[in-house]
């Protein structure tokens, strides 16, 4: 279940009136492919769980017990489609979601499916039962 904000449906709302172009789209398809494998899924799911903070890579390699040249390659293309972010502190890498980018993804779908289409019925996404 997920749970948004009024000032997120107040954004949903313009973004149903907005024409996406086709390159938000070609963007968006890009992204859901950089979080269609199970790793790189994995790797956003555990990023959530640290939001705000997000965690250096030696934590995530931990956690998801990958080799560091495995999770190197998936974080690179997480990064390329800016659904993480990444700092240096020191002589660690900090990764962290990219909670912008994910909004906007999140809002380019729910306006597809539950609002404009009304394929969804926009209550049992927004609401608790």
Do not use: W
């Not at 990958?66 to 990764?95: I, M, P």
Request: aromatic residues 8%; negative net charge.
């Amino acid at each position: 279940m997920v749970f948004i904000g009024i000032d997120m449906l107040l954004y949903f709302d313009d973004y149903r009136n907005s024409m996406v172009m086709k390159e938000d789209v070609s963007r968006y398809a890009d992204m859901f492919a950089a979080m269609g494998s199970e790793p790189r899924l994995q790797i956003m799911r555990l990023l959530l769980s640290a939001h705000p903070e997000g965690m250096v890579v030696g934590e995530i390699a931990t956690e998801l017990e990958v080799t560091a040249s495995t999770l190197s390659h998936h974080l690179e293309k997480l990064k390329n489609e800016d659904l993480v972010r990444v700092r240096r502190e020191g002589t660690f890498l900090r990764y962290s979601a990219n909670i912008d980018g994910l909004q906007e993804l999140l809002g380019f779908l729910y306006a597809e499916c539950c609002t404009r289409n009304k394929a969804v019925e926009p209550h049992k996404i927004v609401c608790c039962e």
